[in-house]
């Protein structure tokens, strides 16, 4: 059974640091592209950024500059770091598991999910 467990979410003001953790257990992570989304109360999941296996990323307009992703492959782990963070960016974040090596920014891609982990930035 597959599964993602992220953490790192928590309350911070406008212009703080996050780092974003996800896990995954149940499958070979060097071999699946990796992403985060998120949702914001009332609106649509959105996507945030997403890496390959070899490492190039995609990232969402709205976080370009902010946010960084990465991963360690050793420790079948993604990581989703965000700085100077927003009012805007309060959402749940959630980690996805691709469906193949490649990344993308369509939802649809993406076959395992984690739980969430709620991102609260007050002004």
């Known amino acids: 059974q597959v599964q993602l467990v992220e953490s790192g979410g928590g309350l911070v003001q406008t212009g703080d640091s996050l780092r974003l953790s996800c896990v995954t257990s149940?499958?070979?992570?060097?071999?699946?592209?990796m992403g985060w989304f998120r949702q914001a109360p009332g609106k649509e999941r959105e996507f945030v950024s997403s890496?390959?296996?070899?490492?190039?990323?995609y990232y969402a307009d709205s976080v370009k500059g902010r946010f960084t992703i990465s991963r360690d492959n050793a420790k079948n782990t993604v990581y989703l770091q965000m700085n100077y963070l927003k009012v805007e960016d309060t959402a749940i974040y959630y980690c996805?598991?691709?469906?193949?090596?490649?990344?993308?920014?369509?939802?649809?891609?993406?076959?395992?999910w984690g739980q969430g982990t709620q991102v609260t930035v007050s002004s």
């Open positions: 996805a598991g691709g469906s193949s090596y490649r990344a993308s920014r369509d939802s649809r891609d993406y076959i395992h």
């Open positions: 149940g499958r070979t992570f060097i071999d699946y592209a």
């Open positions: 890496i390959w296996t070899g490492g190039q990323t």
